[in-house]
């Protein structure tokens, strides 16, 4: 990737986070850790993989985008907002009363968001859904979706990932955001679902092992994903939890809570600094 | 007099499909290992590039309906009614309740005339399930014409719907002429004295119970509910003002069922003796379908009975 390229796209991720934090401290509730570990990939797939166009969300050839891991909501909204789909301002409206921006994406509610999620283990489905709809119908799209590490303890994760393969899904895309830490505590000491990329390779994925903070891993990932054909791509993605705010990165404690208004504070005025030094 | 025809509901869900794919090729079959049982088997085998067999696994199979109707098809999700309502509950009510979509549940091997599989395949509890989920329409057809109409009326109308069918072959009551009105009951049979009001294969009981009812002097009217969810007020509260008193009869518990429905119109308008006919918060058990329907008192002579207390407990 070039280095103009790279330094726009960290701009936007940087932006990307100070929606997040934005949304987040306004609701007074929300799940800032998981939504900053994948500000890069949802950074990378808004502003440089999927065929979306903001001024018509619902167009027929569109690439479809399911956020599995739905509590992480503030970084696809964010998104969405950065790359015109409505205003960076109602951001600000995230978890209020009648808002459009509910607790967990609402396909109903949300402009560019292609499906309801939140409860973990279903997104996945119904991206395996839509890619076959788009075999069926002999349509070139193609359908991404993002799954949290602690998301994959859920069966049906699996049984999903299984039809996926038996049908060879090639244009399904599934990243795994492996931040490492679920509400509870790390992975291993809850539940461990490791080792993750033997999981999904026994299940006949193209699997991928990336950082997934890095926009040249994530890039290089998905061109790989578009030329391998008969069989879905995972993309497990190492990333840092709270990446981007220093007192947020690898606690646990930012999983489901909202910074007070002096953390708030400090949260953005570190993401400011680091945009103004990605811009000098 | 010409020889009853008996046809389970699920034969003819799977007949209706066969129909439904030759009209419309945005019609997509979905099963979960249980083709044969389900009848969806002859949908695949004319279609094989639109059934889907998603094997031994609900959950995802009802997420994958829900994907493919975002996609514009017209889906049909079929497995036992034991594991459609009931282990993929909360993936019919997030990914195709929550967001509306163009998803129908054909739920065969309702109830305990499941037979001999037993209590864990006797499912009794998903009309309840479903009704809870706002925005589903449910529909419990008594024989096989209706079951025709009630497939192609599901697949008239955008959004989810449950479909819920029996193993066991039942006995034809409408015939061809007949119409199906979704959301509207059917009168059967006019009366005085008390109301029947029944769903599914507990219809043809209900009228055989008016039958023997009649022998006795009471006038019962029939009244045959099979759009349970959205409910038919209008024709409850009538039988209500009519006879003054209802009985349910249903293959369900009687809890969160028809009689639950059918007394929560009642409750609100109309307040008259409802007594209900059901399954009594019990779990089923192997053994033949018809022996196992007298045993759990759905048949006609038990409606009868209860017909009978709730004229007793009118003022």
């Known amino acids: ?67 599995s891991k739905g509590h992480t909501a503030p970084a696809l909204y964010s998104a969405l907002a950065h790359r015109g789909f409505f ?46 709809g788009a075999k069926i119908s002999k349509k070139d799209f193609r359908v991404y979706t993002i799954l949290g590490d602690g998301e994959i303890e859920e069966g049906q994760v699996w049984e999903a990932a299984m039809y996926a393969s038996a049908k060879k899904l090639d244009n399904l895309v599934a990243f795994i955001d ?7 505590g790390t992975l291993e000491e809850v539940n461990s679902p490791y080792p993750i990329p033997e999981k999904f390779k026994a299940f006949g994925w193209n699997v991928i092992e990336i950082d997934g903070n890095s926009f040249d891993e994530i890039e290089e990932a998905l061109n790989n994903a578009r030329n391998f054909k008969n069989a879905p791509t995972a993309i497990i993605a190492k990333t840092i939890k709270g990446k981007g705010v220093s007192f947020m990165e690898n606690e646990c404690n930012w999983h489901g809570s909202a910074p007070n208004e002096e953390q708030y504070k400090i949260a953005i005025e570190e993401l400011k600094k680091t945009k103004a030094e990605l811009e000098a | 007099m010409s020889e009853i025809v008996k046809k389970a509901t699920r034969e003819a869900y799977g007949s209706a499909l066969l129909e439904l794919g030759k009209k419309s090729d945005k019609v997509i079959v979905l099963d979960a290992d249980l083709a044969a049982a389900t009848k969806t088997g002859s949908f695949k085998n004319e279609f094989p590039d639109r059934f889907f067999d998603t094997g031994i696994a609900e959950s995802n199979m009802m997420g994958i309906a829900a994907g493919l109707a975002t996609e514009g098809f017209t889906v049909f999700a079929s497995s036992f009614a034991m594991f459609a309502a009931g282990r993929a509950f ?29 209590a864990s395949h006797q499912c009794c509890e998903d009309i309840a399930l479903m009704r809870t989920i706002p925005g589903m329409t449910i529909i419990n057809p008594a024989d096989d014409i209706e079951t025709r109409e009630a497939v192609f009326a599901a697949a008239e109308i955008d959004g989810p719907v449950y479909l819920r069918f029996g193993r066991l072959a039942t006995p034809r009551i409408f015939d061809e002429n007949y119409k199906f009105e979704l959301g509207k009951g059917v009168q059967i049979k006019e009366g005085t004295d008390v109301t029947i009001i029944a769903t599914g294969l507990m219809v043809n009981e209900a009228i055989i119970a008016s039958e023997i009812l009649e022998k006795e002097g009471i006038n019962a009217a029939v009244v045959n509910i099979h759009t349970i969810k959205p409910i038919d007020k209008d024709i409850i509260i009538k039988a209500a003002e009519k006879t003054g008193c209802i009985v349910t009869a249903e293959e369900h518990s009687v809890i969160g069922g028809l009689g639950g429905a059918v007394s929560e119109v009642i409750t609100e308008t109309i307040p008259v003796p409802v007594v209900k006919l059901g399954v009594y918060d019990e779990f089923g058990q192997s053994g033949p379908a018809k022996e196992l329907l007298d045993l759990y008192g759905l048949n006609a002579e038990n409606i009868a009975i209860k017909a009978k207390e709730s004229i007793k407990m009118k003022k």
């Open chain 1, 87 to 132: 205003s960076v301002e109602e951001l600000k409206t995230l978890r209020k009363v009648g808002s459009f921006l509910q607790g967990h994406p609402s396909m109903h509610k949300t402009p560019g968001v292609d499906m309801s999620t939140g409860s973990l283990g279903q997104g996945i489905s119904t991206a395996v859904g839509m890619a076959l």
């Open chain 1, 178 to 184: 492996n931040n490492n830490l679920q509400i509870d």
């Open chain 1, 1 to 67: 990737m070039e280095t103009n390229e790279k330094r726009e796209l960290e701009i936007i991720a940087c932006d990307i986070r100070m929606g997040i934090i934005e949304g987040v401290f306004n609701a007074k509730s929300g799940h800032p850790g998981g939504s900053l570990s994948i500000a890069e990939i949802i950074t990378y797939l808004y502003f440089e993989e999927l065929n979306v166009d903001p001024l018509n969300p619902t167009k027929s050839d569109r690439d479809r985008f399911v956020l």
């Open chain 2, 90 to 118: 909360e993936q019919i009510r997030n990914s195709i309740g929550y967001t509306h979509l163009n998803v129908k549940i054909g739920a065969t091997h309702a109830g305990i005339s499941v037979g001999e599989d037993g």
